[in-house]
C-alpha cells in the first residue's frame, strides 16, 4: 500500500510569516492576528498524521482557515468595538531596526510583518470602514494576490461576488488614497513639528498642521486621552501645549511607524504614546496617537543584545 508522506514540519512552520503578514492586515490587531496564526496552527497540528497528509498545499490550508478566523474576528469585533472607551486605533507597528539595540529576536511578531503600503495607518483606517467580507476579499486578492474562485472558498460566496467585494472596498480606498508624501519629506517636517512641541512654539505647531487637520488619540480607557476627534490646527496645537504642560519630561523620538516615519513619546524610558502621520502638500492633515498599553507591546518589549 503506497503512503502519503507527511508535510514538512519545517515547510509548515515556515508558513507564520505569511500568516502574520495577512492576519494583522485583516485584523488592524498585531495580537490578535497573532492568536488568529496561532489557533490555525493548533487545528492543523490537531489533526490526525493521515489527514494531513492528504491536504495537497498545507500552506493553502493554513491561509485559508486563518483567513477564516479573521473573518468571524472581524464579525465580533465590530460589537467589541461599539464598546470600546474612545476612537479605535489600528496597533502601530514598529521598524525592528530602530529599535535601541539593534534588531530584535525573531521571536516577536513584530518582526514577521512586512511593513510596506498596505500597513500603513491611512491604509488600514481606510480598512477600519469595510464590511468584515469586504476586508477579507479586498486584502486577498489586491494585496496578497488570491484568485477569486480561491476567495470564494474561504468567504463562503461565488467568486462574481467576491469580485464585487473587493471592488467596493478598492472604491473606499481610492477615495481616501491621496499622493504618499515621499519618507525623507515626511521625515523633516515631522523633525520640525517634534522641535516646535518640544520649545512650546504653538505658532510654528499650527503653521505645520493643515488648517482642516484632525488628532484622533486611542487610550482605550486605560490611558488618558480625548476621547473626541480634535479638528483644526489651532484646536491640536493647544490641544499639545496642553499634554507638554501636564507631563512634563516627556522625550520624543523619531521612529518608522507602520512603515512611515512618526514620533514616539517616552517617559523614564517607557513609550507612553506611538503617533503616525498622514501629510498632504506639505502640512500634517491627521495624527493618530495611541496610548492604550495593551496595543504598545511591540514598543516596550525589552531589547535583547
Known sequence: MTTTPAPDATAVAGERRHLTNLAYRLLGS??????????????????????????????????????????????????????????????????????????????????????????????????????????????????????????????????????????????????????????????ALL????????????TSLISLLDPDAVMTADGGGLASTARRTIEGSRDIAAYLMHIAALAPGLTLLERTVNGRPGLVAQREGLTATVAAFHLKEGRITHIWAVRNPRKLHPWTTPTHP
Open 30 to 187: 498585531l495580537t490578535e492576528a497573532e492568536d488568529a496564526v496561532q489557533e490555525a496552527y493548533a487545528r492543523w497540528y490537531a489533526m490526525p498524521p493521515r489527514r494531513q497528509a492528504a491536504i495537497e498545499s498545507p500552506g493553502a490550508w493554513l491561509t485559508t482557515v486563518t483567513s477564516r478566523i479573521c473573518l468571524d474576528l472581524l464579525a465580533s469585533a465590530r460589537v467589541r468595538r461599539e464598546r470600546y472607551v474612545g476612537a479605535w486605533i489600528p496597533e502601530p507597528l514598529p521598524d525592528r531596526s530602530e529599535w535601541p539595540g539593534g534588531p530584535r529576536g525573531g521571536t516577536d511578531p513584530a518582526d514577521r510583518v512586512t511593513l510596506d503600503d498596505s500597513v500603513d495607518m491611512a491604509f488600514l483606517v481606510v480598512l477600519e470602514s469595510m464590511t468584515p467580507a469586504e476586508r477579507v476579499a479586498f486584502i486577498l486578492h489586491d494585496v496578497f494576490r488570491y484568485p477569486f474562485p480561491e476567495i470564494a472558498g474561504i468567504v463562503g460566496r461565488t467568486p462574481a461576488a467576491c469580485r464585487q467585494l473587493a471592488s467596493s472596498a478598492r472604491r473606499r480606498v481610492t477615495a481616501g488614497r491621496t499622493t504618499p508624501t515621499p519618507g525623507p519629506e515626511q521625515a
Open 191 to 202: 523633525r520640525d513639528f517634534k522641535e516646535a512641541w518640544q520649545t512650546a512654539d504653538i
